[in-house]
Nanobody, 120 residues
Framework: QVQLVESGGGLVQPGGSLRLSCAASGSIFSIADMGWYRQAPGKERQLVARRTSGGITDYADSVKGRFTISTDNAKNTVYLQMNSLKPEDTAVYYC??????????????WGQGTLVTISS
């Protein structure tokens, strides 16, 4: 059983910063990639940023230059540093992890979500 535990959400003023963390624990053979998605009220969940185990990153156009994804492979943890936050960044942020086992059976996992609110 693998669990994802997220932390770091909260309320911040426009222009501020937040750092999200997501730690994967449990029976993990290997992780293919880790990422963050977000879902604003009334909208579909969308990709914010992803990082493969090989270090390849992908960002939504709306966050390029403001958000940075990083991982600590030894701790199976993914971070999202969010700077220059805007009200439109307000959403529930979900951690997403793709694991695989010794037979290369892939499994996608989701965190419980953490609320990020940008407001003055």
């Amino acid at each position: 059983q693998v669990q994802l535990v997220e932390s770091g959400g909260g309320l911040v003023q426009p222009g501020g910063s937040l750092r999200l963390s997501c730690a994967a624990s449990g029976s993990i053979f290997s992780i293919a990639d880790m990422g963050w998605y977000r879902q604003a009220p009334g909208k579909e969940r969308q990709l914010v940023a992803r990082r493969t185990s090989g270090g390849i990153t992908d960002y939504a156009d709306s966050v390029k230059g403001r958000f940075t994804i990083s991982t600590d492979n030894a701790k199976n943890t993914v971070y999202l540093q969010m700077n220059s936050l805007k009200p439109e960044d307000t959403a529930v942020y979900y951690c997403n992890v793709l694991t695989y086992d010794v037979r290369f059976t892939y499994r996608e996992l989701w965190g419980q979500g953490t609320l990020v609110t940008i407001s003055s």
